[in-house]
T-cell receptor, first 112, second 115 residues
């Protein structure tokens, strides 16, 4: 199974960009990288995903290295409401179904 | 637009009791799945389904049963609850399970305590 490695925790000042790294060195060519976040005990919230090109939406940007072994989620102007656990996930095709395997994520603390 | 709806939000069971956690989605998603979340362990896949009538096991299936008689519903059954099943349970769904290009949408969870 393709696994991801993330720092356990990070801090970011409000208004600054938050850059969350993820390592997925065993990713296969057709597997997507997904980012979710979880605030308190709510359900995980989808943020963004990509295959090999950089992606941007209204929430964040995703930068994937050319060799696809790592990626960075960028929250351009972090606010206190962005304090959450962020999960980097590789979506795996098992031959019969597509599965997401979650790791333990990065706890991002945004401070004043 | 309801998305993924889970009921109940909270449940307390005694050891040995049975119950069904309900999950429904109104997005016509083919793929549905159940996760449990325990402190410090991220989310672990229990069971999943790629369409009505088709289910398969995830990484922690023991003690849980599922069925998928309709596209919309994917209930999770605990036949004989154990304290080890105390957890927060999340249901999630997405389009075309064969495509990796399809975000998973999560419900808001059921917090289960087994005493």
């Amino acid at each position: 199974d393709a696994k991801t490695t993330q720092p356990t925790s990070m801090d970011c000042a409000e208004g600054r960009a938050a850059n969350l790294p993820c390592n997925h060195s065993t990713i296969s060519g057709n597997e997507y990288v997904y980012w979710y976040r979880q605030i308190h005990s709510q359900g995980p919230q989808y943020i963004i995903h990509g295959l090999k090109n950089n992606e941007t939406n209204e929430m964040a940007s995703l930068i994937i290295t050319e060799d696809r072994k790592s990626s960075t989620l960028i929250l351009p102007h972090a606010t206190l409401r962005d304090t959450a656990v962020y999960y980097c996930i590789v979506r795996q095709w098992t031959g019969t179904a597509s599965k997401l395997t979650f790791g333990t994520g990065t706890r991002l603390q945004v401070t004043l | 637009n309801a998305g993924v709806t889970q009921t109940p939000k909270f449940q307390v069971l005694k050891t040995g009791q049975s119950m069904t956690l309900q999950c429904a989605q109104d997005m016509n998603h083919e793929y549905m799945s159940w996760y449990r979340q325990d402190p410090g362990m991220g989310l672990r896949l229990i069971h999943y389904s790629v369409g009505a009538g088709i289910t398969d096991q995830g990484e922690v299936p023991n003690g849980y049963n599922v069925s998928r008689s309709t596209t919309e519903d994917f209930p999770l059954r605990l036949l004989s609850a154990a304290p080890s099943q105390t957890s927060v349970y999340f249901c999630a769904s997405s389009y075309n399970p064969e495509s990796g290009n399809s975000p998973l949408h999560f419900g808001n969870g059921t917090r289960l305590t087994v005493t």
